[in-house]
């Protein structure tokens, strides 16, 4: 069955620190999506990034990047120079293709505080 | 654009009542449409997602259904509430493939009482 680990339940840093967020996963098939979102206070997630198991190469976003690595299973994501505003639960999920229809499965989600 | 409307926004509810909370998606038309829970502290739980009018499947046996009256209308309901009731819901949709994610509602968070 698939599965997606959030080892980290909460991370606090001070503002301009980088903080990485780990993300491994399991899955059986060989196509499959990996998302990450972002849950801010008010509680709407916030889609921030989709990648496909075929594609490996790492992303940047201004201070956002991901590194996936399929030989160790994992998806994580890097804050560079964190901010209050990046305060936050984030969520890794995996999507599979199926039967016609798409489900996430999602992490427990990792806490993240930024403090001034 | 699609958009996705939910509500209430917060809900106060006492132990017994019944409860019905309705997710609306515009602009776009046959979409997958998924129930989420958030407990306290938690991660997401999948409750219900439905794939077309009157199509709904449940992923965990528990004291809340789902219907889906029209295209793009996803209510959850209950007949009695329960304390464990109590979480954030949120209603999500997404087009046919994997590739495109979920769109989440705003959610609403239930507090039974």
């Known amino acids: 069955a698939q599965k997606v680990t959030q080892a980290q339940t909460e991370i606090s840093v001070v503002e301009k620190e980088d903080v990485t967020l780990d993300c491994v996963y399991e899955?059986?098939?060989?196509?499959?999506?990996l998302f990450w979102y972002k849950q801010p206070p008010s509680g709407e997630l916030v889609f921030l990034i989709r990648?496909?198991?075929?594609?490996?190469q790492n992303e940047i976003s201004g201070r956002y990047s991901w590194n996936f690595q399929k030989s160790t299973s994992s998806f994580n994501f890097t804050i560079t120079a964190s901010q209050v505003v990046d305060s936050a639960v984030y969520f890794c999920?995996?999507?599979?293709?199926?039967?016609?229809?798409?489900?996430?499965?999602f992490g427990t989600g990792t806490r993240l505080l930024v403090s001034p | 654009s699609q958009t996705i409307h939910q509500w209430p926004a917060t809900l106060v509810q006492p132990v017994g009542s019944p409860l019905s909370l309705e997710c609306t998606v515009e602009?776009?038309?046959?979409?997958?449409l998924y129930w989420y829970r958030q407990a306290a502290g938690r991660g997401l739980q999948l409750l219900f997602y439905s794939v077309g009018i009157g199509q709904i499947s449940s992923e965990v046996p528990q004291n809340l259904s789902a219907s889906r009256p029209q295209d793009r209308q996803f209510i959850l309901s209950s007949k009695k509430l329960l304390l464990s009731d109590s979480g954030f819901y949120l209603c999500a949709w997404s087009q046919g493939g994997a590739d495109y994610g979920y769109t989440f509602g705003s959610g609403t968070r239930l507090t039974v009482v």
């Open positions: 899955t059986r098939d060989t196509t499959y999506y």
């Open positions: 999920a995996l999507s599979e293709l199926g039967t016609g229809f798409q489900k996430l499965v």
């Open positions: 602009g776009t038309s046959n979409p997958n």
């Open positions: 990648r496909n198991s075929f594609d490996e």
